[in-house]
């Protein structure tokens, strides 16, 4: 993260204290500190992957990131829509009427 006092890629998230982090909090707003100037700032969630604050290094992982989360999530729905089939079939086969032909008759 870059601060935007100094400029340096040396920011790194804060803890949340205090009642002000916790309202900033409800617009999504992250707090960081700088490593370097030891300054404390906030930003913005939608805000936090621009250019100006994060190096292409950091944005090129949240993108790999990003992307392997997608595919987790579409794996996962996957394997919910084939037990979704799966019992949706069982389903049929207890409650569907018997054909079966009754011997001896
Ligand atoms: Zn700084």
Known sequence: MTCPHCKQHHAHRSHRSGLADRIRRLFQMIPYRCRT????????????????????EERKIMELRRR??????????????????????????????????????
């Open 68 to 105: 392997l989360k997608w595919k987790r999530t579409k794996r996962e729905l996957i394997i919910y829509g084939f037990a979704a089939l799966f019992v949706a079939i069982v389903i049929y086969l207890i409650t569907r009427p018997s054909t079966a032909p009754l011997s001896g008759s």
């Open 37 to 56: 100037c030891k300054r404390r700032f906030y930003a913005f969630r939608a805000g936090e992957q621009s250019p100006r604050m994060r190096t292409n």
